[in-house]
Structure formats: structure tokens, C-alpha cells
């Protein structure tokens, strides 16, 4: 399977993986257990998907609200780790909901566009990409030493399906110059 494809079942996993919301209003969840009655003020477990539709019908809010202070504070972090090869903790599933995030800034700037709306969308992806660099950076420097491992915590789903290729390859590359020079890989 490509690396494309790989990727996009990991953002189809994000979709499915469940996050919190604080119900805004009296509603019936159906969810694949039955369905789930909450009332105004409850904190619920639901699939992202499912509270995205709650979010967009204003019957809940996911709880940690990602914005683009959210995406700052993961990009300033990242940063201030920048020296080797640390990386900073990011939430399992931070791809997926800042692209969400990045996605409805979108859409608000369609219904109505303003200079903030314009400016938190080119702020907000700006900081994503660098910090995706900087993180890649150093994926690619830990997957070519023996102590990467010890990262792989800290990494997304998508990052630790990177670092694995890259560590294979690597590998591969390795075994490969020992074996033009007929000293056996260990």
C-alpha cells in the first residue's frame, strides 16, 4: 500500500477516534452501541465525525477547542525544542483536527469574509507547516540513528508511519554499502 493511502486510512482512524464534547442542548446521539441521550451540560465521548455534525447543528463543542492559539502554543513548543532531536508532545490526533480547524476557517471566510477570519487561516497555517518541517527534520535525523525509538511517544500516528519508513530505509541503505563490502548486517 502507498504511503498516500497509509496516510489517508490514518486520517480516516482520526475521524472515527472519539474526543469530548460539552453538550449545548437536550439531543439523542446515535452511536453504534444505541443511541445516547445527554442533556444540556453533559461531557461526552462521541467520534470525531459524529461531533463535528453535533458542532455544526449547535448541540455540543469539543471540549479542548482548537483555535489558533491551540496551533501557537503546539508551533511555539516545537520550537523551543528545536536544538537535536526532541520532539515536543502533540496530541494523537493534531493533524486531523487542525486541518478540521483550518477547514472551517474556510468555510467562515466563504459566508463571510473578514480580515481576522483571512489572517487567523494564513497564521494558522503557517504555523502548521513550519512546524510540520521541524518536526520531519528531526524525524528524519532519529530515524537514522538507534535512539529514535525512544521518540516515538511523542509522535503522531502519522509521524511514527513516517519515522518507520524512513528507519526501514535507512536500514536498507545500510545493509546494502555493508554488503558491497561483504561485512554482514547484524
Not at 44 to 66: H, N
Not at 156 to 184: C, D, H, R
Amino acid at each position: 500500500m502507498k504511503l498516500e493511502e497509509r496516510l489517508q486510512l490514518l486520517s480516516l482512524d482520526g475521524m472515527l477516534r472519539p474526543i469530548k464534547v460539552m453538550i449545548l442542548n437536550d439531543c439523542t446521539i446515535p452511536l453504534p452501541d444505541g443511541p445516547l441521550q445527554a442533556k444540556k451540560g453533559d461531557e461526552v465521548e462521541v467520534p470525531r465525525w459524529i461531533a463535528e455534525v453535533l458542532s455544526k447543528e449547535g448541540y455540543a463543542k469539543p471540549k479542548e477547542e482548537v483555535d489558533v492559539n491551540y496551533i501557537n502554543n503546539y508551533h511555539y513548543k516545537e520550537r523551543r525544542s528545536a536544538s537535536g532531536s526532541h520532539l515536543a508532545q502533540l496530541p494523537s490526533d493534531f493533524y486531523v483536527a487542525v486541518g478540521e480547524f483550518i477547514r472551517s476557517l474556510d468555510e467562515a471566510i466563504k459566508r463571510s469574509p473578514s480580515h481576522m477570519l483571512i489572517n487567523d487561516k494564513d497564521v494558522s497555517e503557517k504555523n502548521v507547516i513550519e512546524l510540520s518541517q521541524l518536526r520531519l527534520s528531526k524525524i528524519v535525523r532519529l530515524a537514522q540513528t538507534d535512539m529514535g525509538d525512544e521518540e516515538v511517544p511523542n509522535m503522531t500516528p502519522e509521524e511514527v508511519l513516517i519515522y518507520t519508513q524512513l528507519k526501514n530505509a535507512f536500514n536498507s541503505w545500510k545493509n546494502y554499502i555493508q554488503s558491497l563490502m561483504g561485512v554482514s548486517s547484524g
